[in-house]
């Protein structure tokens, strides 16, 4: 019998799968909020497998808690940064994630739905609608940007950044430059994309969509020099992590108009949006972000995929095959 253990309810199409097997023992956390630190130790013990979230965080203390018999870690979501990954090396314990399109495509909405908030600006004005304010049309009235012809910098051409790409070329007219480790050749391809080292880009740039994992190398890609360098107009928009940008540094140059606005959905204290618990950043009071709470794959779709990916890579691992989404550690 494998024992797994899941630290959240999740949407049930990955838990159905697992549950139809009569050899897994399967434990789900009920409760629906983060699982405290205690708990999680004393609930992992004896597991073969932890289905984990985000918001867990999986280090070698919660390994060593599991027991040596500990095989597999079966991450709900793309990023794995919760997870360490030296560790579970260590340890013989395989990693896995859970990409896919129906994730892909949510975040990449999601991304496109920044841009547009920012760029038509409807926080304030649905603010300033609801507050009986609108007395009348103006021609000067609460002045957006286009969208439409302006250049796209996505930082991180892989799946989601090259959905965001598509969706703004082909929908909106957007030219698409874009950066990475190595070059993407289908994307370039597909949408015309211009490949173009980091600080020309963020030069070009109208838009600057972040899309690359959270790695010791990715860590504040985005700070004080980086932000300098992007157009006065220029909106930055981050769906990946919130360590990925220097958000001190990034407050500074919303508040000074460094860059026109941000759209943010990760942030580098999460839970807190703030990583001064005195609001010292005070990102909250920079009325030119858009500020929504991790929700870029929250989509039916998305998270019930998210799901079955977790189900798929724990069930072929049980059957002895590489999972599909094992996580590379180097
Ligand atoms: C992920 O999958 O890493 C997202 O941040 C949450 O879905």
């Given amino acids: 019998m494998t024992k797994i253990f899941v630290t959240r309810d999740i949407p049930d199409e990955g838990l159905k799968m697992l549950r139809a097997r009569t050899d897994i023992e399967l434990k789900v ?57 030296a560790a579970a090396k260590e340890r013989g314990i395989v990693v896995t994630n859970t990409p896919g399109p129906e994730l892909s495509e ?36 609460f002045l957006g940007t286009d969208v439409h012809g302006k250049t796209l910098g996505i930082i991180g051409g892989g799946a989601i950044g090259t959905a965001l790409a598509r969706k703004m070329h082909n929908g909106f007219g957007v030219k ?44 504040h890609l985005i700070g004080e020099a980086e932000l300098k360098i992007m157009k006065n107009t220029a909106y930055l928009i981050n769906t990946s992590r919130g360590p990925i940008v220097d958000e001190k540094a990034l407050v500074v140059a919303l508040t000074r108009g460094d860059i026109a606005g941000a759209g943010l959905d990760v942030y580098e204290c999460e839970p807190l949006i703030d990583c001064d618990p005195t609001d010292t950043y005070e990102l909250r009071k920079c009325a030119n972000a858009v ?40």
């Fill in 106 to 141: 949510a975040v990449a909405e999601h991304a496109v739905a920044l841009i547009f908030t920012l760029t038509h600006r409807i926080v304030e004005t649905d603010t300033f609608t609801r507050a009986k304010k609108y007395k009348g049309w103006g021609p000067k009235m």
């Fill in 176 to 219: 698409i430059v874009y950066n990475d480790i190595k070059r993407n050749e289908a994307l370039e391809k597909e949408v015309d994309a211009t490949y173009l080292e980091k600080n020309d880009l963020l030069k070009k740039a109208d838009f600057v969509s972040i899309h690359v994992p959270l790695l010791p190398s990715t860590k």
């Fill in 291 to 330: 500020l929504t709470p991790h929700t870029a794959s929250a989509t039916i779709e998305a998270r019930q995929a998210m799901s079955r990916v977790a189900a798929e890579n724990i069930l072929a691992f049980l059957d002895g095959k590489t999972p599909p989404n094992a996580v590379k550690v180097s």
């Fill in 29 to 85: 956390y009920g409760e629906d909020k983060k699982i405290p630190d205690g708990i999680l130790k004393r609930s992992v013990k004896g597991a073969d497998i932890i289905l984990s979230l985000l918001t867990e965080k999986i280090d070698s203390s919660v390994m060593d808690a599991a027991g040596k018999q500990l095989k597999m870690i079966a991450n709900y979501a793309v990023g794995f940064d919760n997870i360490d990954l």
